[in-house]
């Protein structure tokens, strides 16, 4: 957490300079902190605009902040889960008499190159794939091109949802050839470095039956399932919305329907305008948001594997069944009590947010509850009311962004790590429930 508090704050600093802005005059602050936070945490919330208020120094300070937050909060997910996963099988491993495992420098020497590999392969056939289109297809310079290619491919992988465009991607909303290489690089992404090694494991196994762990079934299953959802949600709820997708033909409607689905995996791209929405599609936008992504990947949010755990604990439940099962496996002991904490303190954060935005503004409560949703998860999506929220209120969405980002991870693994046996148990008693 002292890392990346270095990390916002360096940024900060760098943004504060004169040259950082295109009118070369110094930014405030409070607007470089608050994007500097948004850039680092990878989520995309922005108070003043990407391509006209930042030079060209600024934005790459922001697209360095953007490949450092993403890229370091992977790998240290991805050694922290390796680190709970051998704990939490410590002391079995002790009791068989074998030798404890514990996780090495080359481990991690080795983790760190495979994220960074994963990172490069997609953002790099993003870049292409993008920089071809806008050269070739716009007829823009191919520096401009490849410009706006590297940035979006490595705003996209990182779910940060930052753009040069004013509207961000609003302007190219019937343009698959933009809209989707982003939405698949979002979803790279948000998956998640275990999963895509597991994938990769997999395929290299020809003629060997191998099983998918719990984990890459449940993130792949729960993220295509949200995806549909959010899908089917945004074309029944905008089918006809004058403001978003009201005038436009069954191609457009479907491919921009598909587009937003995605983005609340956390990215904060969009190719319509939040701001005229139903209140229906933010409140469904609001849920997918704070489940969010993958764990160990460049989402946030308290991670689809947690709202599955969820689901399943209920289920187990309303069957009489002692133990959770998913997938022929039981889930381990404590699982379910981490999955309910990260949740709760989730919700309370949020809600703790959103009351305190509404004392000092006048904006809606789904508007602040938009913002403030968006902001925890890291999304990025807004209705339009972030550059006007106070400087106190734009430092609660600072706050929000700063233990969204590293919060759910640091909190999971200490739940995980501070596992203990009580010495003693008092007499049981069940009070009324429900």
């Given at each position: 957490m002292l890392a990346f508090a270095l990390l916002v704050l360096c940024g900060a600093l760098l943004l504060s300079l004169p040259a950082a802005?295109?009118?070369?005059?110094?930014?405030?602050?409070?607007?470089?902190?608050?994007?500097?936070?948004?850039?680092?945490?990878?989520?995309?919330?922005?108070?003043?605009?990407?391509?006209?208020?930042?030079?060209?120094?600024?934005?790459?300070?922001?697209?360095?902040?953007?490949?450092?937050?993403?890229?370091?909060?992977?790998?240290?997910?991805?050694?922290?889960?390796?680190?709970?996963?051998?704990?939490?099988?410590?002391?079995?491993?002790?009791?068989?008499?074998?030798?404890?495992?514990?996780?090495?420098?080359?481990?991690?020497?080795?983790i760190t190159l495979g994220i960074l590999v994963v990172t490069l392969f997609f953002e790099a056939v993003l870049t292409v794939a993008l920089t071809l289109r806008w050269w070739l297809g716009y007829d823009l310079p191919f520096g401009s091109a490849a410009y706006l290619?590297?940035?979006?491919?490595?705003?996209?992988?990182?779910?940060?949802?930052?753009?040069?465009?004013?509207?961000?991607?609003?302007?190219?909303?019937?343009?698959?050839?933009?809209?989707?290489?982003?939405?698949v690089g979002v979803v790279a992404g948000g998956l998640g470095f275990p999963v895509w090694v597991e994938l990769w494991r997999s395929t290299r196994r020809r003629g060997e039956r191998h099983t998918l762990s719990v984990h890459v079934r449940i993130t792949l299953s729960v993220t295509g399932c949200l995806i549909a959802v959010g899908f089917l949600a945004f074309l029944a709820l905008e089918w006809n919305n004058p403001a978003t997708m009201g005038g436009m033909d069954l191609r457009g409607?479907?491919?921009?329907?598909?587009?937003?689905?995605?983005?609340?995996?956390?990215?904060?791209?969009?190719?319509?305008?939040?701001?005229?929405?139903?209140?229906?599609?933010?409140?469904?936008?609001?849920i997918l948001m704070f489940i969010g992504g993958g764990s160990a990947g460049t989402a946030g949010g308290i991670k689809v594997t947690t709202f599955a755990v969820l689901l399943f604990v209920v289920l187990a439940n309303v069957?009489?069944?002692?133990?959770?099962?998913?997938?022929?496996?039981?889930?381990?002991?404590g699982v379910a009590s981490q999955a309910v904490t990260v949740v709760l303190l989730a919700l309370s954060l949020v809600?703790?947010?959103?009351?305190?935005?509404?004392?000092?503004?006048?904006?809606?409560?789904?508007?602040?509850?938009?913002?403030?949703?968006?902001?925890?998860?890291?999304?990025?999506?807004?209705?339009?009311?972030?550059?006007?929220?106070?400087?106190?209120?734009?430092?609660?969405?600072?706050?929000?962004?700063f233990v969204g980002r590293i919060g759910p991870i640091a909190l999971a693994s200490a739940l995980a790590l501070r596992r203990r046996a009580r010495a003693y148990e008092l007499p049981e008693e069940r009070p009324i429930v429900g």
């Amino acid at each position: 957490m002292l890392a990346f508090a270095l990390l916002v704050l360096c940024g900060a600093l760098l943004l504060s300079l004169p040259a950082a802005t295109e009118s070369g005059e110094r930014a405030p602050f409070a607007t470089a902190m608050f994007t500097s936070t948004s850039a680092a945490s990878v989520t995309g919330l922005a108070v003043v605009d990407t391509g006209d208020h930042w030079s060209h120094l600024g934005q790459t300070v922001i697209l360095v902040l953007i490949q450092v937050g993403g890229f370091g909060v992977m790998a240290l997910a991805t050694v922290l889960t390796l680190v709970v996963g051998r704990h939490v099988g410590l002391r079995m491993a002790v009791r068989a008499g074998s030798e404890a495992k514990v996780v090495t420098l080359g481990e991690v020497r080795r983790i760190t190159l495979g994220i960074l590999v994963v990172t490069l392969f997609f953002e790099a056939v993003l870049t292409v794939a993008l920089t071809l289109r806008w050269w070739l297809g716009y007829d823009l310079p191919f520096g401009s091109a490849a410009y706006l290619g590297l940035f979006h491919a490595v705003s996209s992988f990182n779910n940060a949802g930052f753009s040069p465009f004013a509207d961000s991607l609003m302007g190219f909303a019937s343009d698959p050839w933009i809209t989707v290489p982003v939405a698949v690089g979002v979803v790279a992404g948000g998956l998640g470095f275990p999963v895509w090694v597991e994938l990769w494991r997999s395929t290299r196994r020809r003629g060997e039956r191998h099983t998918l762990s719990v984990h890459v079934r449940i993130t792949l299953s729960v993220t295509g399932c949200l995806i549909a959802v959010g899908f089917l949600a945004f074309l029944a709820l905008e089918w006809n919305n004058p403001a978003t997708m009201g005038g436009m033909d069954l191609r457009g409607k479907l491919l921009t329907g598909f587009f937003q689905a995605v983005m609340p995996r956390t990215a904060g791209f969009n190719s319509l305008d939040f701001g005229g929405m139903n209140t229906q599609t933010l409140l469904v936008t609001d849920i997918l948001m704070f489940i969010g992504g993958g764990s160990a990947g460049t989402a946030g949010g308290i991670k689809v594997t947690t709202f599955a755990v969820l689901l399943f604990v209920v289920l187990a439940n309303v069957r009489g069944e002692p133990t959770v099962h998913v997938g022929n496996r039981r889930l381990g002991e404590g699982v379910a009590s981490q999955a309910v904490t990260v949740v709760l303190l989730a919700l309370s954060l949020v809600l703790a947010g959103t009351l305190t935005l509404m004392t000092m503004t006048t904006f809606t409560l789904d508007e602040i509850l938009f913002e403030t949703t968006s902001a925890f998860a890291t999304v990025g999506l807004s209705t339009g009311i972030t550059a006007d929220l106070p400087v106190p209120g734009q430092m609660v969405l600072v706050f929000l962004m700063f233990v969204g980002r590293i919060g759910p991870i640091a909190l999971a693994s200490a739940l995980a790590l501070r596992r203990r046996a009580r010495a003693y148990e008092l007499p049981e008693e069940r009070p009324i429930v429900g």
